[in-house]
């Protein structure tokens, strides 16, 4: 299973995507498709997008079973420690 949210994206693109995937809710896509058109779906993704932001989840054999990637995040960033995703807030409180 894989996961495609796009934000602040074109109509075109997300139309686009909506050919492989289903748009659950408003710029968040759900499908299963293999390794290849996975990456297909993320430079397609990743070269029409101006200003708004990617990202993608998918299942995969590691200790919390998804992995993942993004393009210009805003508001959550995720980063990878030792192999563990989290999410890093800007301008949190700590």
Not at 25 to 34: C, L
Not at 48 to 60: A, C, K, Y
Not at 66 to 78: G, I, L, N, S
């Amino acid at each position: 299973m894989m996961v495609l949210m796009v934000e602040r994206v074109s109509p075109s693109l997300r139309g686009d995507l909506g050919r492989w995937l289903i748009e659950v809710q408003a710029g968040v896509f759900v499908g299963r498709v293999s390794e290849l058109v996975r990456e297909a779906l993320w430079e397609r993704a990743t070269n029409r997008v101006d200003e708004g932001t990617v990202t993608m989840l998918w299942r995969t054999n590691n200790e919390q079973g998804f992995d993942m990637r993004t393009w210009q995040p805003r508001q959550y960033v995720p980063i990878n420690i030792d192999g563990i995703w989290l999410t890093l807030r800007p301008g949190a409180n700590t």
